[in-house]
Structures are given as C-alpha cells and as structure tokens.
C-alpha cells in the first residue's frame, strides 16, 4: 500500500486539520491524517480543556473519525504540529498516541517522521495490543 499512498494528500488534510485545533492554553496546534485500508482519510486535531489534563491529542479525533466513519485499519499516518504563528513541521505522536494509533494500525501501517517513513513497528516496538487480553 505504501507505494500506492498519496502522501502529499496526507500532509495537506493534516495542516487542514491543524487549522482547527482549540489550543488556547499551550498554543501548540496539531494536525493528524491517515489513510485507512479502504481509501479513506481520516483525520483529527488536539483539543485542550482548562483542567490540562483532559486535553485531547489530535490522534484521539482521528481514532473517533475512523470509528465513526466506519473503522477498518491504518495504513499511513502523518501529524504536524507547531506553536501559533511558527511553520508547521512534521512530528511524532507521543507514547498515548502511539498506543492508540496501534489498535487501529493495520499490519504495515506506515508514518511519516521528521526522520523519515518507517513502519509503525519501529515507533512502537513490542507493544501491548488485544491479542494479548485473550
């Protein structure tokens, strides 16, 4: 699936994304795309609350698109992230994310570092997943 992945469509959806990101507290934005097994891209932005700890990363809006849009699994996955008023680059989703991403992540699921494409094993090695509660 990775050749056949419109990459540049992913950066596009992410930075719209980012647009509406609700970052009033940190004013750090973030943007996430991915494209799911059937075509699809789904994609989410960070949304804070006063009480910081019940922020949600821009990962968490896309995991509730894809379940609401259908589910399925994800093949290719991209986020931006920057502070208001700086350039959007490329970023990494944190250890929460990361887990997240992996219940939904399809067996070759790529992500697009600052330091490259790399299959999502690499980000997160020896994860914990669902087969693991049977």
Not at 24 to 46: F, K, M, Q, W
Not at 65 to 76: P, R
Request: charged content about 20%.
């Amino acid at each position: 699936m990775l050749s056949e992945t419109d990459w540049e469509r992913l950066h596009v959806a992410a930075r719209e994304a980012q647009t509406h990101a609700y970052c009033p507290y940190s004013h750090y934005r973030v943007g996430a795309a991915a494209l799911t097994e059937d075509g699809r891209i789904v994609t989410g932005c960070n949304s804070e609350n006063a009480s910081y700890g019940l922020g949600l990363c821009a990962e968490c809006g896309l995991i509730s698109q894809l379940t609401l849009s259908g589910g399925g699994k994800l093949v290719a996955f991209l986020c931006y992230g920057n502070p208001e008023g700086q350039t959007p680059v490329l970023t990494v989703p944190c250890g929460r994310c990361r887990q997240l991403l992996r219940e939904h992540a399809g067996p070759e699921l790529v992500i697009e570092t600052p330091a490259g494409r790399r299959p999502f094993q690499e980000i997160l090695p020896e994860s914990f997943g669902p087969e693991f509660l049977s």
